[in-house]
């Protein structure tokens, strides 16, 4: 098959490229490099089946393929939040271009959503009925609304136009290729301790979130497209931790005497955040595999020799 993947030279983007060019298939890779690297998808570059296309998804493109994994737009808070209206524009501009090409070429579209569709939730575990608690003016809005009107358009573009679509809701998310600037917790964590810097917990630490494993993740999204259920569906690991016992499993990993320090949490930064996987496991007959001390082993081990080889000096 043709596969167009949106956001291909991202962190999960171009995980889900190696395991779709394993498979055999043609890949088309869209990137604007924001977020994403070609050190990512480096090692494809000369294949004849693999094509890298610099593009920003909010300009119209004119390509065929059979399915389409959009995955363009930035993840981490930081990032999203540089530039948010551009940040809107991806989710709404981008996401409308990229589901006009789907109905164009009649390719099926999945769109990577968010957990954060649900917001500060309310509701815990978060299962795909709850409506979510998100706050529209905010910091967060531009990522959060940004998606809630991307899986609006997703449904409209179905119902109106028979667009073949697959939406996944997908919840925190790490492994090896984030982005040592990424900002989110994990990588942030893990690249302190490394540098024996500080951790640096926002708020108490008393939040908690629930970690999946990249290679979990880009199973279910694959298992998704392929299956027949259009979602949403949420998918990400059940097992929930405080950021505090976060800090503490990396500090085991790398510096059991890291210390901590506490800066102030966010502004409308989610409480609680664990996903009710029901759907996931009866419908993609998917979940987890991979524990938190074991994904963050291999993910320390990237972060470990990308640092070391940024320190080595570079040769003649
Ligand atoms: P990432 O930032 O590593 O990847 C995003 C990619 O999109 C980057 O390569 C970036 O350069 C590209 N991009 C951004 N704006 C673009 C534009 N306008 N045109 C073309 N390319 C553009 O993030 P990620 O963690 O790999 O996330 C991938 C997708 O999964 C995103 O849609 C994100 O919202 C979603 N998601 C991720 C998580 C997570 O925990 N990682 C959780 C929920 C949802
Ligand atoms: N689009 C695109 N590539 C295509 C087909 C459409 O980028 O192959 C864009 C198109 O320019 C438009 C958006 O997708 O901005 C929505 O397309 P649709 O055909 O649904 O709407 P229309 O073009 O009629 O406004
Ligand atoms: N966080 C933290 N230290 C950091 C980065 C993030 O304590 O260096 C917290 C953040 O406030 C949030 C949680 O960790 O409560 C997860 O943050 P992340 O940005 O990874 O993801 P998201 O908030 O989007 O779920």
């Known amino acids: 098959m043709r596969i167009l993947v949106t956001g291909g030279a991202g962190f999960i983007g171009s995980h889900l490229i190696d395991r779709l060019m394993a498979e055999g298939h043609e890949v088309l890779c869209l990137d604007n490099f924001y977020t994403g690297h070609k050190r990512n998808i480096l090692k494809w570059l000369d294949n004849p089946y693999f094509e890298l296309i610099r593009h920003d998804i909010t300009e119209p493109i004119r390509l065929e393929a059979d399915q389409i994994y959009h995955l363009a737009c930035p993840a981490s808070p930081i990032h999203y939040q540089f530039n948010p209206v551009k940040t809107v524009k ?30 500060d939730p309310e509701v815990h575990p978060q299962t795909e009925e709850y409506r979510g608690s998100v706050n529209p003016i905010g910091i967060r809005s531009c990522y959060d609304e940004g998606k809630r009107i991307a899986e609006t358009l997703a449904f ?19 492994g090896p290729r984030m982005l040592e600037n990424d900002g989110r917790v994990v990588s942030n964590l893990i690249v302190q301790a490394l540098k024996g810097i500080p951790l640096t917990v926002y708020g108490d630490g008393s939040q908690t979130r629930s970690f999946c494993y990249v290679s ?23 097992d929930e931790y405080t950021i505090s016992q976060l800090a503490t499993e990396v500090q085991k990993l790398i510096n059991p005497h890291a210390e901590v320090k506490y800066e102030p949490l966010p502004q409308d930064d989610p409480r609680r955040r664990r996903p009710d996987i029901t ?13 938190l001390q074991e994904g963050l082993q291999l993910t320390v081990a990237d972060f470990q020799s990308r640092i070391q080889s940024s320190v080595q000096p570079s040769p003649l």
Do not use: C
């Open 90 to 119: 991806t989710n709404v501009m981008g996401t409308l271009n990229m589901l006009g090409l789907a109905k164009r070429v009649k390719a099926r579209f999945l769109l990577a959503s968010t957990s954060e569709v649900y917001g």
């Open 156 to 174: 409209d573009y179905h119902r109106q136009n028979d667009v073949d679509i697959r939406v996944a809701r997908i919840f925190n998310t790490y």
């Open 216 to 238: 979990d993740l880009v199973e279910g999204l694959m298992r998704l497209m392929n299956g027949d259920y259009i979602g949403p569906v949420n998918l990400g690991n059940q």
């Open 279 to 291: 759907k996931a496991r009866q419908l993609l007959g998917w979940e987890p595999k991979v524990p």
